[in-house]
């Protein structure tokens, strides 16, 4: 048995393939516990796994809208790594699982050779190009920080997504990359539903403006001769908004629930939404709500597999319904979805993710601590 500390942070499509992996972790006998920002310790409890607060980190909650600047200034946070430092003094770990996206962590692992691994939760094309070489990476090298440095430290770099659809697996930049596959629930047996059913789910991420969005998104839906089924997330109150006749409104239900019986999803282009509803053999369409997130990334990869459509953020009503009815309807784009999801399910994240695991935990038992032999084998 390892004892093993994931470090996370409280966003939305990151938390899930971290707990999704863990949890395969444990069956396996090993221990895992959480750091992380306190907002995530409901989530992480009721998974449960152990959790730790960040203590000198600054606060963070995904439910406070916030700007980019603040996003990175947290992911920049080096708090992070003192209080990771800390939690590793009083309770080592044999291993340390990293968010990707954490830097401020990765830098104090990396500067003080505790072995780690990267957790990507996003497409690697999109981490290694519009991030870093965009405004959140020149942010982290402004604060003296080593992003690529840190990437490259890493024992091993898990991205939990699929292969085909992201450009990182065919760069060849990181030779360390394993492509495990995205980590989705257990995937329920296909419901067959009385009427199609269309899923809109936007981000649990409080983005400005976003519930005129998902109110054009209801208005777009009314009309068509389907089931609609929104949730609203912690985000949104779902009292602001006004249903059609055809759709219900949850503040939230899971979507391993909805999905088997659905038809088609509409959603911001969130990693693990998009996943799941590829997993389930669904056609998706994406609503990006931000330019500098993965969100078109993940859209366009999608579209161009030719599985869904991109929608603006800022499409009228009148614009978005004829997009809703010609994905709501038979065609290729079912095809599509079926062969990503055929793919999704011949790879399953969890396990694969735990495996590569415990692939690094005996390699570095194997390894000779610093000024010390190797042990026998």
């Known amino acids: 048995m390892s004892d093993l500390l994931f470090v996370t942070w409280h966003g939305g499509g990151n938390v899930p393939p971290a707990l999704g992996i863990a949890r395969e972790l444990t069956t396996r006998g090993h221990r895992v516990r959480f750091l992380g920002h ?9 998974a449960g796994f152990d959790f730790e607060p960040y203590r000198t980190a600054r606060p963070f909650s995904s439910l406070a809208p916030g700007s980019p600047l603040a996003q990175m200034a947290m992911f920049a946070d080096r708090g992070m790594g003192r209080d990771l430092t800390d939690s590793l003094r009083r309770e080592p770990a044999d291993l340390v699982v990293v968010d990707c996206l954490l830097f401020g962590a990765m830098e104090a692992l990396r500067v003080g050779r505790t072995p780690y691994v990267v957790l990507e939760h996003l497409y690697d094309a999109y981490l290694r190009g519009p991030w870093l070489r965009g405004p959140l990476g020149v942010g982290m090298r402004v604060r003296r920080l080593r992003p690529t440095r840190s990437l490259a430290g890493a024992a091993a770099t898990l991205v939990a997504t699929l292969p085909e659809l992201d450009e990182g697996s065919r760069s060849g930049h990181a030779p360390t990359l394993d492509f495990i596959g995205p980590v989705v629930p257990p995937l329920q047996e296909t419901a067959a539903a009385p009427e199609p059913t269309v899923l809109i789910s936007l981000s649990t991420y409080a983005f400005p403006g976003m519930s005129g969005r998902l109110q054009a998104l209801l208005d777009a839906a009314g009309d068509l001769d389907a089931r609609v089924v929104a949730t609203t997330g912690p985000a949104i109150d779902p009292a602001e908004l006004r249903p059609a006749a055809n759709t219900e409104i949850h503040r939230f239900v899971p979507h391993a629930e909805v999905m088997p019986a659905a038809t088609l999803v509409v959603g911001h282009g969130g990693h693990g939404t998009t996943m799941q509803a590829l997993a389930h053999d669904l056609p998706v369409v994406v609503m990006p709500q931000h330019p500098f997130l993965d969100q078109p990334m993940v859209g366009a990869t999608v579209a161009g597999a030719g ?16 997009v809703l009815a010609a994905l709501l309807a038979d065609g290729p784009h079912r095809d599509a ?41």
């Open 38 to 46: 306190e907002a995530n310790r409901a989530a992480v409890l009721a």
């Open 337 to 377: 979805a079926a062969r990503l999801g055929a793919a999704i399910r011949a790879l399953p994240g969890a396990t694969n993710g735990a495996d590569r695991l415990e692939e690094v935990l005996r390699r570095e038992r194997r390894a000779p601590a610093p000024g010390r032999p190797a042990a026998p084998r």
């Open 307 to 322: 599985a869904g459509a991109v929608v603006s953020r800022s499409a009228k009503p009148s614009e978005l319904a004829p």
